[in-house]
């Protein structure tokens, strides 16, 4: 069986051996050696200073939320999807005075702009960089982050299943993504970039709390056991994906989707302005018989997020995937049709 999944993905054999033995001590310095290569490594996909903790995409975006808003502090959420409702639930829960902007696209940045004039500006914006529900991808980011510079707001942005195969412009002050998308690992790590002090003054779950892990690139002491067999994977992946360079890795993405979307005769929910890299999403009739038939031919995808549950089926392009499994895919897919 294979994963064409959002995420968790179908791993490489090599870095399922990489997690594959005996964890260190995480006080030892055997860890602090796989640590530091993974760090140094991150810093070598975004700006900023990543921070490895664990947990996965949800508790990244929960300690961003946390360290980043306190309660009654006004934000703008931007809404495209499952999981930009997911954040905005994430805001309330820290007592924000959340302020939507939904739309049925990744909206454009002056409307961005436009909803924090008309709010009387905002602490902070937070946006999903990749919309995993709907297989859409905010292609405005460059100038929203300018936006939010320009009101004085931090931009707090989830990418958890874009980065790094979604390419995020630079100066986002703060990123949550995961171990286990495009950062072609297993579950089980939480990842941060951070280009701003944490600044929250009270209330942050010492568990979620990202002041500790401010010293762990000087010291490789991590506050608590941190995911060991998941930081082993991170370095072989790491490794494999700054060795491609990542504009090829970002290309091949491109090209897996074109083979989809080229092949596949079924109406996809994006347009191509905003199609994300890394899942796709099609309206099916009959999203059961869809995922039996391609279970049968050896290949697991999933269904539609929150009203395109029962409408839709997403299929996930990162990991070992390969040209003949998404036209073997497309195939199956377009005779149940």
Known sequence: ??????????????????????????????????????????????????VVMPGTGTLAVDAMVYNYVNPGERVLVVIYGEFGRRLSASLKSRGAEVHELEASSPPPPDVVDDALRKMGGAKAVAVVHNETSMGFAHKGLGKIIDIAKAHGALLLVDSVSGMPAEPL?????????????????????????????????????????????????????????????????????????????????????????????????????????????????????????????????GYVVSAGMGPYKDKAIRIGVMGDVNKEDLLKVAEVLNNVA
């Open 1 to 50: 069986m294979k994963y064409l999944t959002p995420g968790p993905i179908q791993l490489p054999d090599f870095v399922l051996k990489a997690a594959y033995r005996q964890p260190a001590f995480h006080r030892s310095e055997e860890f602090k050696e796989s640590l530091k290569a993974v760090l140094d490594k991150m810093a070598k996909v975004y700006g900023g200073m990543p």
């Open 169 to 297: 412009p630079p100066g986002v002050d703060v990123v949550a993504t995961a171990s286990h998308k495009a950062f072609m690992a297993p579950p089980g790590a939480a990842i941060l970039y951070l280009n701003a002090e944490p600044r929250a003054a009270f209330g942050v779950p010492p568990a979620m709390d990202l002041r500790p892990y401010l010293k762990v690139p000087s010291t490789l002491d991590t506050p608590y056991t941190p995911p060991i067999p998941v930081i082993y994977s991170l370095e072989a992946s790491l490794e494999y994906i700054l060795r491609l360079g990542l504009d090829r890795y970002v290309e091949i993405h491109k090209e897996r989707m074109d083979v989809l979307y080229g092949n596949i005769r079924l109406e996809p929910l994006s347009r191509p302005s905003y199609r994300s890299n890394t899942v796709a999403a099609f309206y099916c009739g009959d999203v059961k018989k869809a995922l039996t038939s391609l279970r049968k031919a």
